[in-house]
């Protein structure tokens, strides 16, 4: 069954897990691309865009409440991708 509560390492595979699913489903050539997309309707609260729709079933799935998700993504997202990191090296 599903835990009621994940520990930072389960939180880990879930978080390894979206991003496979979203490189698998859109091209992993496009990642970084779908990745702003998601931070993009994430933050603009556009529940119907396809990959958000994915993302919140997969969540719902692991029993994180919906008003964990978004902060979840976004941490997931933000400071990994749309990032040049060319100005750090």
Sequence with gaps: GVPVVFSEHMLTRVRRNLETMIA????????????LQLRDAILNHCEEDPVLMNVRKMLRAVRMPPDRQDQFMLESINGRFGVDWNKHV
């Design 24 to 35: 698998d489903a859109n091209g992993p050539e496009r990642h970084n691309e779908h990745m």
